[in-house]
């Protein structure tokens, strides 16, 4: 009797193992509505394919036009980067900084559009116990940022301007979630990032921003990378800067939504959001000429620093849609 | 009865070129207890071995009811010293092994158990039973399929004295009613006094000498001492 | 009258053995529990941050909203799906391959030194390769699963049909067993313990691997949610993830060791046939 309950229960254990495994390929299985061109779309939380993509409606109107967006949630630019020379996504959001390095080491990628400027959203927050009031005060102190991202020109370009070397100064290279938990425990002076982790250490952590890309020229702008596919493809590139554009309007319109949206889906403070989401503005546009040039300057310094060991012309990797 | 059952001639072996039996010759009547002793690596087990056709010979014959052995001989039945049960079978499935399940062979095997006072094990693990109680099941398996020659390796080397002599006969028992042929390997020259017609010494690859035992069974250790004694000199006697 | 008597006896009896099996039952959970009931204790008291480590609680509610939402489920049903597929597949073939080098020479001396020296390479420094290969889909996750299961399984299984004990193999022979019947009676079984060693390793593996090629351009499964909280600090998802782990581990042992028990009685002393 207890071997055939035992028995019993082990069937339905296996059934309801097997059941939940085959469901989760159903989910796996994105509706395959498939005369559609499908096209794969990289992107970090938070940034404005994550918003395009919760808001729902980029997607419906990409349908329209023919096409199926599927979208791939990475955690760094450079992961982007590297799918994207693998073909593995056709288009990527990322922040300044991957493309420049991408294109320095040789892969052929394209900028498709640039965002506006979240200058204000992006420095150096420094721990309350670590007494730096300005830029002059980081001589001699712990400083965090993250190879390959908009941190590093940051800090580099804080460093001219406050007329420090880098051996003036500690730097560490950590991965975003490192930093964090260091510069909650203290263990670091400062941290150069950008939204929603400068609110975040702002305000979870009561440190105070010393310095934005305002005052050193650093826009850290969103772009819209591709790498063979929107030169080959310039009406999905044009849909895509379109309707990715549209939502960047309601974005700057319905702020509240917005930030009631990205709270849930982030799973941050209120008030984190509130105040990244303040602090920048959206648009998703054709790259400007102002773009390339910061671009060129990031490029520009990277190789006189020998962080990169080619010379690059931005310009000639612009998508011209015209 | 007088009739030879198992017809040996010049059989020999050899393993990577080192001697294990040579050139022996052995005739074995139907129905004769035959006992082999003798020293350790003399090469009984490798007699057992080929008559069982486990092993290829080197050159030689085997005859068997005046046919020759090539390959398994499936008229023999062998028992070793470690019972080679399958502890993954129940003692039933070891014993029938590859026939089929019918009422038939349940009966058979029902008889064989009883018969070795094992009834009621049947659907036990070769695990739980104890070393006297595997060796008895390796015996009814052996019996299963009524072989003309049992053949049996020290099958009661592992045993206690008491589980021993109780073995020694339930064997007897079975020869006596099966009236098969029995060739005993064992190390211990009492056992095969007790037990055997005859008793051949095996020593350097060869059979060095033959011993008849015409007494009357049952047999009580008196009546074998002086036998053995003879026997064990002609084993431990350096030529 | 003489039951009446017995009875006292025999309730004392009943009684302690009730209380030995139910302090075996508990025992193992007391660490656990007292680790859980001061950590709780600490964080309401303050001396734990939640920005840090939230309490059991706050987990326990993320957990009741993260099932509510029926966001957990799916994610689990999606890395169910991957494991149990890369599993399957990097079971038979690790399986078929080491029957292949088991049971013939010629296969052996073929192929063994070649997964021998596949075997040595870390399964997680193929991941550049499996992208490159396979993509960011799901082909990705469950190869990377696949070739992490693969090799626990071979050896496991190459192992076990080699050590096979020979006496029982010629006493297979000497039955005038065929190849077929001399696989399926004798070397299966004899393999078997082995086998399920490795299997139960493989399960472990089969989870780690898969959480992290979970971390990889994904979109859905637990290794992705655990991930997207990191990026976040969304501490109290992570300590969910992590439970969800433990839980997951803990839940494929039971399901190995049920199997060893339930293929393996007769290696239980007493074991009786379940018919
Ligand atoms: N498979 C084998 N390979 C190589 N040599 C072997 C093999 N089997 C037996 N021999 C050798 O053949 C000789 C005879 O061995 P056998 O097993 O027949 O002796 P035995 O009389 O049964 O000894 P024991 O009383 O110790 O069992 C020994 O020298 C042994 O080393
Ligand atoms: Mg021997």
Partial sequence: MHKLVKRLFSTIFLVFIIASAVWGYTLTREDSSSSLETITIGYQAGDPIDIAKTRGQFIKKMKKAGYKVVFKQFQNGSAEMEALASGNIDYARTGDTPPVTALASGSSITFVAAGS??????????TKSSG????????????????????????MQVLKKAGLSTSDVTLVDMSQSDASVAFAKGKIDAWTNWDPYTSSAELTYSGAMIVTGTTVGASNRDYIISGSYAKNHPAASKALIKYLGQDMTWANTHKTKLVKMMTKSLKLPKKVVERMVNRRSYSLKAVSTKATSEEQAISDSFYTDGITKKKVKISKYVLNLK | MADTILSIENLSKKYQGKVALNSTNLKIKNGEFVALVGQSGGGKSTLLRLIAGLEPMTSGTISQNNQLIHGINSNTRVMFQDDRLLPWKTVRENITFKKPKNSETAEVVNQLLERVELQGFADAYPASLSGGQRQRVALARALFVNPEILLLDEPLGALDALTRSKMQKLILDLWQERKMTVILVTHDVHEATKMANRIYVVKNNKIEATFEN?????????????????????IIDQD | MQTLEENPHNIKINLAKILTNLLHYLLPWTIPTLIIISWQLASINGLIESTILPSPWQVVQTTITSLQSGVLEQNMAISLYRALS??????????????????????????????????????????????????????????????????????????????????????????????????????????????????????????????????????????????????????????????????????????????????????????????
């Fill in chain 1, 117 to 126: 400027s979240k200058a204000k959203g992006s420095g150096i927050v420094a």
């Fill in chain 1, 132 to 155: 730096i009031k300005s830029i002059s005060d980081l001589k001699g102190k712990k400083i965090a940022y993250t190879s390959n991202t908009s941190s590093q020109y940051m800090i």
């Fill in chain 2, 214 to 234: 015409p007494l009357a069974y049952p047999r009580t250790d008196a009546t074998c001492t002086n036998l053995s004694t003879t026997i064990l000199n002609k």
């Fill in chain 3, 86 to 275: 890369g599993f399957v597949i990097g079971g038979s073939i690790g399986f078929l391959l080491a029957l292949c080098t088991s049971l013939s020479q010629t296969l052996n001396l073929l192929l063994d030194s070649s997964v021998q020296m596949l075997r040595n390479i870390p399964h997680l420094a193929l991941i550049p390769l499996v992208i490159l290969w396979f993509g960011v889909g799901e082909s990705s996750k469950i190869s990377l699963v696949t070739i992490g299961v693969l090799f626990p399984i071979y050896i496991n299984t190459y192992h076990g049909i080699r050590s096979v004990d020979s006496n029982l193999i010629e006493m297979g022979h000497s039955y005038q067993l065929n190849s077929w019947q001399l696989f399926w009676h004798i070397i299966i079984p004899g393999a078997l313990p082995t086998i399920l060693m490795g299997v139960r390793y493989a399960l472990g593996v089969m989870w780690t691997t898969l959480i992290v090629s979970e971390t990889l351009a994904s979109s859905a499964g637990i290794g992705y949610m655990s991930t997207n909280a990191q990026s976040f600090m969304d501490m109290s998802t992570i300590l969910m993830c992590i439970m969800i782990y433990a839980l997951l581990g803990k839940l494929s042992d039971l399901m190995a060791k049920s199997l060893e028990t339930s293929l393996l009685n007769w290696q239980i002393k007493g074991g009786m046939i379940n018919g």
